[in-house]
Each structure stands twice: as structure tokens, then as C-alpha cells.
């Protein structure tokens, strides 16, 4: 990480730490830490990383933003972060400037679809948005007759339904009746809903990475101070077995994640097949990782880590919700196979050591 | 954090490139003229002195070592690109591996300066195998537990016992082996073995061919009966082996070689299943490749921790244990996808070969050179459970 990388992570590293303390949150049953928290991340220019001054962001690096990322996850941040993050990512390549506010972008999913009609107004549902219920605004991707737009939308236009997703955070179902953008501009040659998807799929696959260094670090906690059969369980070959296997889930989401990262950052294209190979596998391994290791996370810790007082579920259940925003490993795992398959047995070789 | 791991996106410097392709044409070549076959990989079979010989003459047998002993001077990133390369072609490399990974770079280390000079440069120009003799009929992932005697005597060492499970023994020209050559003390069990160079096809010592479940005799048992080694055979420490083995090993555990196995089946079932695959088998495929790539990000890091002088002993655990597990169940996933290859794929034969040959080497890959359960022992003491 380079040391730019380290100032932003460290600046949105303390304001978790003072503001989002997994504890302080899991008992404020009213969430009068959200506005705070918010406030925070807006002041210090985080929500709008990605985009440049120009367009009213912060102008932080595409790798700065990552590394935010990777630490949201780490704290299971449940304010919409890494949404306006990634809404004010898709507005920028659009060149359509950010407004202030908590955004998050349509579709989440790559099977659902708005489209762009000849009177330029959007019409489409998107399902499992997530924080759409929060949000002010959105940053949407459409199809028309031209080729592919991105737009500026009031969510207040929008019809809302809410809903909740694995983690407790909002992921609603967003319907666009001819709505007419706030501001809409054709996104450039090879931007596509793929695109965006890998972009989401790589922003969770960071998250998850997070969510289970996190899940690591409680759960040998844990295991050093919970006494049974009059030794710490820690103790016990078993256990250690079962967290040195967390450990290789953690290590396995974290390699993917950022080398995934990574390969945005140094690409000159994001419609390659290497770009596609590593943002896919990352959301597939990160979502596996988040199956396994929050399977071990909540094992080690017993019946205790089953009770809503306890912060382990903030961590796993959003470790295994991301799994479904912006296309399931089951998802990518289809695409990335028939990508595989039209290459050709004798390329798979000299693409996964293209990486 | 209680656990800080670091797998940070290595990539392989540009240099790389140009090596790769060259060890794609050689293999290429190679492949060509019949020296093996990429699809039957039975490397461990196959003992190649003259491809062997042929790798030493490019210069990619100790090529991180220092010019004055036969190497390249070159980086470790280097390295891998090599290994990878024959690894995924089935090239038969078990005549230099072991030396060129492991035996080389204890040597240099360890041995005196006229040793070296004897032995590195031959291992460069691929003429010499290697074996290591770690293991004993009642020791084996309890390493201190040996009990071949090393006693000393006028000069050297007389050594008797036994070792086993000693791959490639029976066609080496000298094994790394650990003797005992004092008791363990109270308050250290592990005290009292010293490692050594030993040089085999002599009296004194008797190399027996174990079958394997794959059919091939791939390891050995190998008895000393008052086999003499001299002084200057003495590698490091005597008494004090144990401070010897830990760092070499995250070079040991994190290679290629520790997730691409088996990956032949994974090449051969995308051919059999075609350019068209149904929903079950892409989607299948998809997550083997998302894993194997995967695998391959953590062995580059770690590679690139090494290469820049750092210590990633758990981080190489790590991969050890995940890459061989993975290559292990391999086979079985493919197979599970195979089931529905089309009969009429023209690759349906190579592929099911490929497969039983593939399952029965499975077993093995999680015990040689450290199993599963040592490795998440060394994790677990990494993570602050030990």
C-alpha cells in the first residue's frame, strides 16, 4: 500500500474507530450514531472519493478508495459508503457531477435493466438496491436505442419498496416510471452494465475481506479468554485447527480482493479479460470465504455469537449479504466459466498467468 | 489486530515475460521431439537426465544463485515463472527439483566453500539429483523423534538407521539428511540432531523401492550400515539442526507446486466439455478457475515477501495448506463435472486417465513435506493460539 493509500484508510480507520464502535452500535437500538458517523465521512471527503474536484468530489485515487473500503469492511459499516462511493465512481464516467448526500446505484443486479426511451425518460425495477431507502439520489445505468447512458436520478421520483437484507441494512426494490434524470450523458465505448457490475462486485469482494480479517481477529479473541474443560478453548487442537482454516478464508478473500483492486487501478481498459477474470473471481472466492469463515466465526464462538447482543452477527451476516450485490458468485462463476470455454482449453493456462 | 496477514498484489516484473515465453518454446520443443508427453503426468516416472541436463544449459537451475557457483543471479519471481511453467506442461523435473529448490540453497548456506564449489555448479547444469532424509520408520511429521545415529569417529561419522518415505533416493547422487548426533536434553527435545551431506551410491548404503498406490516407485527406504561421512559433510550446527529448518521452509510450502498438481484435469475438462457449456458446467468451471487463480495471487505475494528479504512463515503456511487441499479435491470436482461431458468429446479417454491417475496422487499432496495438520499448528501458533 502506498503511503497516500495509508493517509486516506488511516483518516476513514480513526473515524470509524471514534464513531462506529461495533458495541456502542449494537446497542443503540434508535441509530442516533448514523448522523454523526455520516457527517464525519462527508467531512472528511470520503463518500465522494472518487470523484474529482470538478465534479464535486475529493479526488481521492481509484487504490486510495480501496483501501477505504477494505477498512468499512472491517468495521461492517452500515451507512452508505461504499454506495455513494461507487454511485459518484459510475456519475464520473459519465462526467455528470456529484451532489452532496448518500447515494447508492441502479440496478444493483446484472438481471435487472432500465432503459432509456426516445422522450429521455427512464423506466425499469431494480431489485436488492441497497440503501435505496436512505438514499437522495441515484446514479444509474440505462440502455437505449444509442447504446448505454448514465444518469443523474431524484430518488424522491422513484417508486421505493423497502425491504432488509441478511445484514439488517436496507436493500430495496427501486421502480423508475418515466422518470426524467436529473442530468443524463452517454457513457463512453465499452462501458456497459458488465462494467459496473465488476466495479460493485470488486467494492464488496473488499468489503467481505473486511468483514472477515474482523471476524478472525474476535474470534481468537474469544477463543484466548473463553474458558471450558478448565483451559482456554484456544487451547484445543480442534479449535485451532478451525481458526487456522478461518484464517486461510480471511487470507484467501484479502488476496483476491485487492489483487482484484489492483488490476482496476493499473488497467487501461476495464473490458478486458483479465480485468474479468480477476474482478469475477474476487466476488466468487470473497463469497465463499464469507461462507466458510463466518461458518468457523460463529462455531468458535458457541451460542453466545448467536445472540443479537453480541457484535459477531454485524460481521458475518453483511460478510454473507454482500455476497448478492451486483451478481452472486453463482453469477460470475457462469460468466467467468463461458468466458473459460470460448478461449479454449489451451488459454485458460496463459490467462490466470497473465495475473 | 491479532492477526496482521499481508497478501499484498505482487505482480511478476515485466522481465518475466520474455523468460516465460521462453520456457513455453522449450517445453514446446521438448514436447516435440518426445522427450514427455504433457498429457500423461506421470513426471515422477519419468527420470529425464538429458532434459535435465538441457534446463541446466538455459540456465534455469539455481538461478538465483550467485554466478560464481553456477547461477543467474536472478530473482525469485524469476524463479517461479519457471516452475510454473513446467508444472502446468507435466515437464519431467524430478531429477533437478529438489536440488534446485531446496538441497541448493541449504548448501549454500550451510556448506564449506570447497563443497560448494563441487557440488553447486553441477547441480546448475541439471547433473545432479537430490533427496532429503527426514523422515524415519518412527518419525515422521515429529521430525525431532529421529533416531539415526550419527557417532563419531576418527575424521567424520559413522551413520546407522534407517529413513524413509525418502522420494527420489534410489536415482540420487546425494541426500540433505538430519542424524542424531546427541541425546535431546530436558529441557529441549528438539537438541541433538545435526543436519549432513551425504553422498549416495556408496557401501554402506542400501536403497529399497516402496510401491506406491498410483503404482509408481516414486519413494524409498534407505538403510546406512557404518556409512562414513566425513567432517566436512557436517551442514551448520551439530546438535543443532532445528535451528536450521524454519526458513527455507516458507520457500518449501509456497510454490507453484503446492496448488498446480493436479491442475491438468482442470485444462483437460475445459476441452471436453467445448466452447458451448451448459449452465452446471460453466458454472463449475467458473469457481475452479476463480480458485486456482486465487491460489496462484497468494503463492506470487509470498513469493514477493521472499524476494524483497521478509519472513512470511505463516502467510506461506497459509498457502501450503489451502493450495494443497485445493489440488487434492481437484480431480473429484472435475470428476463430478465430467459426468456430464458429451460421449462423443474426442478428449473423453485422456480425460478420464488423466483423472484416475489424478485421484490416486490426491492423497499424498497433503501429507509430503509437512500434512494439513502440522501446518495449521504452525498458523494457529502465528495467530496467538500456541
Known sequence: ?355 | MTAALRFDPIRLPEKCEQLRKEVRAFLAEEIAAGTFDPYAPNREDNDAPEFSRRVGAKGWLGMTWPKKYGGQERSFLERYVVTEEMRVANAPTRRFFVADRQSGPVLLKYAPEHIKMDILPRICRGEVCFAIGMSEPNSGSDLFAAKTRATKTDGGYLINGTKIWTSSAHIADYMIAIFRTSPPTKENRRHGLTQFLVKMKQPGIQVNPIGQITGQFEFNEVVFTDYFVPDDHVLGEVDGAWKQATSELAYERSGPERFLETYYVLTELVRAVGKNPDTRSAEGIGRLVAQVHTMRRMSVSVAGMLQAGKEPVVEASIVKDIGTVWEQQLPHRVRDLAAFVEETATNRETLEKQLDFAIKTAPKLTIQGGTTEVLRGIIARGLGLR
Open chain 1, 1 to 355: 500500500m502506498a503511503e497516500s493509500e495509508n493517509i486516506v484508510a488511516e483518516t476513514a480507520e480513526k473515524i470509524f474507530a471514534d464513531l462506529a464502535d461495533a458495541q456502542t452500535i449494537n446497542h443503540d437500538k434508535q441509530g442516533a450514531w448514523k448522523a454523526p458517523l455520516w457527517q464525519a465521512l462527508t467531512e472528511a471527503g470520503l463518500p465522494l472519493s472518487w470523484v474529482p474536484d470538478d465534479l464535486g468530489g475529493s479526488g481521492a485515487s481509484l487504490a486510495e478508495g480501496f483501501a477505504v473500503l477494505n477498512v468499512a469492511g472491517r468495521h461492517a459499516i452500515a451507512v452508505p459508503l461504499a454506495e455513494t462511493m461507487l454511485a459518484g465512481w459510475l456519475l464520473t464516467q459519465g462526467k455528470i457531477a456529484s451532489p452532496e448526500g448518500e447515494m447508492t446505484v441502479v440496478p444493483a443486479s446484472p438481471k435487472d435493466r432500465v432503459t432509456l426511451a426516445a422522450d429521455g425518460s427512464l423506466s425499469g425495477r431494480a431489485r436488492g438496491v441497497p440503501f435505496a431507502k436512505d438514499a437522495k439520489h441515484f446514479a444509474v445505468l440505462a440502455d437505449g436505442k444509442d447504446g448505454v447512458s448514465i444518469a443523474l436520478v431524484d430518488a424522491a421520483k422513484c417508486r421505493i419498496e423497502s425491504g432488509t437484507g441478511l445484514g439488517g441494512d436496507h436493500s430495496d426494490t427501486v421502480t423508475l416510471d418515466k422518470v426524467q434524470p436529473v442530468s443524463i450523458k452517454p457513457a463512453s465505448k465499452g462501458f456497459n452494465q458488465t462494467t459496473l457490475m465488476l466495479m460493485g462486485g470488486v467494492v464488496r469482494s473488499l468489503q467481505i475481506a473486511g468483514a472477515l480479517e474482523s471476524m478472525l481477529d474476535i474470534s481468537v479473541r474469544y477463543s484466548n479468554e473463553r474458558v471450558a474443560f478448565e483451559k482456554k478453548i484456544s487451547k484445543f487442537q480442534a479449535v485451532q485447527h478451525n481458526l487456522a482454516r478461518l484464517a486461510g478464508e480471511s487470507a484467501a478473500a484479502l488476496a483476491a480482493a485487492t489483487s482484484a483492486a489492483d488490476s482496476i487501478v493499473s488497467a487501461k481498459s476495464l473490458d478486458t479479460d483479465a480485468v474479468f477474470l480477476e474482478a469475477a473471481s474476487a466476488k466468487i472466492r470473497c463469497s465463499e470465504a464469507a461462507e466458510k469463515g463466518s461458518a468457523i466465526a460463529h462455531q468458535v464462538h458457541g451460542a453466545i455469537g448467536f445472540t443479537i447482543e453480541h457484535i459477531l452477527h454485524r460481521y458475518s451476516l453483511r460478510a454473507l449479504a454482500w455476497r448478492d450485490d451486483f451478481g452472486s458468485e453463482s453469477h460470475w462463476a457462469v460468466e467467468l466459466g463461458k468466458l473459460v470455454a470460448i478461449r479454449g482449453a489451451d488459454e485458460l493456462w496463459p490467462l490466470v498467468a497473465s495475473r
